[in-house]
């Protein structure tokens, strides 16, 4: 009898075994699969969204400054990028026909047509969905199709840090929050989908001064950042640099520069620039100041002061 038991119940177990894909397909979620709107998936992954509505990315269609500057999206070249149905590799996106309002979402950058399922960096037991191992996810390659030119420049410094290791920071968390599947569900590293436009520190910059009859010249190196300051060629960011000039403690005259992409003028990464600022009076003293600004801010924020004496 005990046998019996024995054989009919490893005989289910083989069959529940054999058959898991079965099995598990009663879990799928079938709208899943239907490019849904990011909120949907916030159903399970409540953090992610939560970073994800933060970012640029979900702001790239609704964005004022891009519906002017599309001329309220008639230009038809800039819609694929701040829409897209689907990415890949160094190729610009096409443009997709619905929910264009969520921007990047999450399916435009996980689900692939030729897979039916979530491309992501894991390889992951995911019932609701099918899930793909795709090891792009953890390379900069994948931000490449929207983000070309910085891609390129990133490209040509051979840094070893991706694209990923500054612009989405990682923390172990656990991928779901729903109840009560997330007790199924180890904690992994997630990596911060706000993905944060950062700012550069002091330490990004070498900084050395020459002083002649005119001009006092203020040679600037971009040692930190692996990519042009600033990098984006589309808004108009910019970067100032600012010179104030003393005499015995007095501020006797002000000259600054703006630095953009547009002008092919940015910090290129270990380039030294040559910026020259004429001099009106005598002095003894300078002050540096170095600020950007984001092209969707109204100000600039500061990235460095020092003072110089000569
Ligand atoms: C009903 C719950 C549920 C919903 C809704 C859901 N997912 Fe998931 N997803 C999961 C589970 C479970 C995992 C695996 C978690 C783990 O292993 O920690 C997962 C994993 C993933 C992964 C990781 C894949 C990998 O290989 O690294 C991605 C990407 C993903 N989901 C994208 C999405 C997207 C996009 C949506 C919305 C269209 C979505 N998910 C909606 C449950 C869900
Ligand atoms: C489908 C195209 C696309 C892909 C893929 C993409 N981005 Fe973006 N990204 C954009 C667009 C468009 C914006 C600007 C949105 C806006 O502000 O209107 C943006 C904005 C950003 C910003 C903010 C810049 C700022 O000035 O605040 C950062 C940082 C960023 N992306 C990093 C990344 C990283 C890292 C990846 C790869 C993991 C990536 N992006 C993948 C299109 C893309
Ligand atoms: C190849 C993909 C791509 C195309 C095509 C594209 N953009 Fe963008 N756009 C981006 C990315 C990536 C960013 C993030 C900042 C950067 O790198 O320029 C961005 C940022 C912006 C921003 C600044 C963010 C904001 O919302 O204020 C504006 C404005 C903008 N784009 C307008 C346009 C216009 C106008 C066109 C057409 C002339 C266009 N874009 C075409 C990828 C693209
Ligand atoms: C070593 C860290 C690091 C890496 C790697 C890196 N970035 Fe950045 N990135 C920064 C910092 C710091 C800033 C802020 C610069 C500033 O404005 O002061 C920035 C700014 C940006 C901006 C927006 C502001 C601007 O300058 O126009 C975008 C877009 C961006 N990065 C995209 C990328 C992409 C795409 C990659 C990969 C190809 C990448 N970054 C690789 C550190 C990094
Ligand atoms: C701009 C493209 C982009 C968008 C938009 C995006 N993701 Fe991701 N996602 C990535 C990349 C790249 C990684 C892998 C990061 C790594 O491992 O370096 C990732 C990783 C993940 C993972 C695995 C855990 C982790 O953080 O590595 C899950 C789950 C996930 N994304 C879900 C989502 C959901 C849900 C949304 C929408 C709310 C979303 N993603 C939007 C690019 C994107």
Redesign the pocket.
């Known amino acids: 009898m005990k046998k019996l038991r024995i054989i009919i119940f490893s005989g289910i177990c083989l069959f529940l075994l054999s058959s898991c894909d079965r099995v598990f397909k009663i879990f799928e979620e079938k709208d899943l699969l239907e490019r849904p709107k990011?909120e949907r998936?916030?159903d399970c992954?409540q953090l992610?969204?939560e970073q994800?509505r933060k970012s640029r990315?979900s702001k790239s269609w609704v964005s004022e400054h891009f519906k002017k500057s599309s001329e309220n999206y008639s230009k038809v070249k800039c819609l694929s990028c701040h829409a897209p149905y689907e990415?890949d590799v160094l190729e610009k996106p096409e443009l997709r026909d619905f929910h264009r309002e969520d921007g990047?979402?999450?399916v435009?950058?996980?689900f692939k047509d030729e897979t039916k399922s979530m491309h992501?960096?894991?390889d992951v037991f995911s019932p609701p969905h099918p899930s793909t191992q795709d090891k792009n996810?953890?390379k900069s390659e994948?931000?490449s199709g929207c983000h070309q030119e910085t891609y390129k420049q990133w490209k040509k410094t051979n840094s070893k840090e991706?694209c990923?290791s500054c612009h989405?920071p990682?923390k172990k968390e656990k991928?779901i929050q729903k109840f009560p599947f997330y007790l199924l569900h180890s904690k992994?590293?997630?990596?911060n989908?706000s993905?944060p436009a950062l700012i550069s520190k002091e330490k990004d910059f070498e900084i050395r001064f020459k002083k002649d009859e005119d001009n006092l010249f203020v040679y600037i190196k971009n040692i930190g950042v692996p990519h042009n300051l600033p990098t984006a060629d589309q808004g108009k960011p910019k970067f100032y640099v600012d010179v104030i000039f003393y005499k015995n403690g007095k501020e006797v005259s002000k000259d600054f520069q703006t630095i953009s992409f547009k002008n092919d003028e940015a910090f290129i990464f270990n380039k030294e620039k040559e910026i020259s600022f004429f001099v009106f009076e005598e002095f003894d003293k300078i002050k540096l100041i170095i600020s950007r600004k984001l092209s969707y801010e109204k100000n600039s924020e500061k990235i460095l002061e020092m003072e110089k004496k000569f």
């Open positions: 990011a998936c916030a992954h992610i969204y994800w990315h990415i990047i979402n999450c435009s950058c996980h992501g960096p894991y996810y953890i994948i931000c991706t990923q989405m990682h991928l992994k590293e997630v990596y989908h993905t």
